[in-house]
């Protein structure tokens, strides 16, 4: 005995397949815009993690050596090493990171951003300006801290920054008794 299926019937089932389609849609794109969510709160948390790490490998450096790294790669080369390995930046496809150096906070270069300033003073050199062509430096210093090249808007509220760019991770920096913190500046 065969089933004879009638017109409605067929209009009943492709009716239910496309609501089916269209529900597991906008499932998924729920579900892909939680799983971006949680993959940058982890990039986030690593970020924080690695710029920690080269911040008190720096300050290692200095009691061992009396003085600042001139690259990066002294951290790892020196013996004992400060640092177990050299750190990708997580947020940059190739892994640099910015650099700051002793001259840009003596210079009152590096400001603490702050959210609803009342003043409209100009804008300090962004870090690394001043030196780099094509992100080369010509000219190199001490290195007091890293920060990140990234533009985008973090979730998490780290040192007021409007930007992962805004995150620094330097050094207690000390200079003939004299210690030298971060200015606070516009945003």
């Not at 690695?50 to 002294?74: C, N, S, T, V």
């Not at 003073?121 to 801290?145: A, H």
Request: charged share 30%.
């Amino acid at each position: 005995m065969a089933q004879i299926m009638m017109n409605g019937e067929k209009g009943y089932i492709l009716t239910a397949t496309i609501v089916m389609v269209v529900i597991l849609s906008v499932s998924m794109a729920m579900l892909t815009e939680k799983w971006t969510y949680v993959m940058k709160r982890e990039k986030e948390n690593e970020l924080l993690f690695r710029g920690q790490q080269y911040a008190d490998a720096i300050r290692r450096f200095y009691l061992m050596h009396k003085r600042y790294p001139f690259k990066l790669e002294e951290l790892v080369e020196t013996y004992p090493r400060c640092i177990r390995r050299l750190y990708r930046e997580p947020f940059s496809k190739d892994g640099q990171w910015g650099i700051i150096y002793l001259s840009d906070l003596a210079s009152g270069k590096v400001y603490r951003k702050q959210k609803n300033a009342k003043n409209n003073k100009p804008q300090p050199v962004r870090i690394g300006e001043i030196y780099s062509v094509k992100t080369e430096p010509l000219m190199t210093g001490q290195i007091v801290g890293v920060y990140s090249k990234c533009k985008e808007v973090p979730y998490r509220d780290f040192m007021k920054g409007e930007t992962y760019e805004d995150w620094k991770f330097i050094a207690p920096v000390t200079t003939r008794s004299k210690t030298i913190k971060l200015q606070k500046g516009n945003p």
